[in-house]
């Protein structure tokens, strides 16, 4: 369910001109609003929320996101899960940080449809933006 709805906000971006700073694009839980990158021809969407964590059982399975009343801003991509920070042993992050990052192309529109790239940040489980550091 999560590739089918990132597949299908991928495929609704139409081409944007340079003036344009958001893109809107409807999908099947909502209209998204994505923000137009400084740096190269592309628009961003950052910390999609692709589904939210039975804090009951956090480790259990996630139920998909229920939709959005309102237009989402995927203006942010802080979310970190919770973890203990290396430096000052401190914990941080939140249950709430199932989400999803998308970039598109402008080149990409629903009649020119491009390869979608999943990325799934490495680290084995003990090195990312915060080192996980048990003692």
């Known amino acids: ?13 139409c081409t944007v001109n340079s003036e ?14 994505g923000l137009r990158a400084d740096d ?3 628009t961003m969407f950052l910390g999609l929320p692709f589904a939210e964590v039975n804090t009951s059982n956090p480790f259990g399975v996630a139920t998909p996101h229920p939709g ?3 237009t989402f801003e995927a203006y942010d991509d802080y979310a970190p899960c919770p973890q203990r920070e290396e430096y000052n042993l401190t914990l941080v992050g939140s249950l709430n940080c199932l989400k999803l990052n998308i970039f598109v192309p402008d080149s ?9 790239l999943a990325y799934v940040f490495g680290g084995g489980f003990t090195d990312g933006i915060f080192r996980f550091s048990y003692k």
């Open 1 to 13: 369910m999560l590739a089918e709805r990132c597949v299908i906000l991928i495929f609704l971006v």
């Open 20 to 33: 344009i700073k958001d893109l809107l694009v409807e999908t099947d839980i909502g209209f998204i609003k």
């Open 40 to 42: 190269g021809d592309y």
């Open 68 to 70: 959005f009343e309102k």
């Open 108 to 116: 990409a529109s629903a009649k020119n449809r491009l390869p979608v």
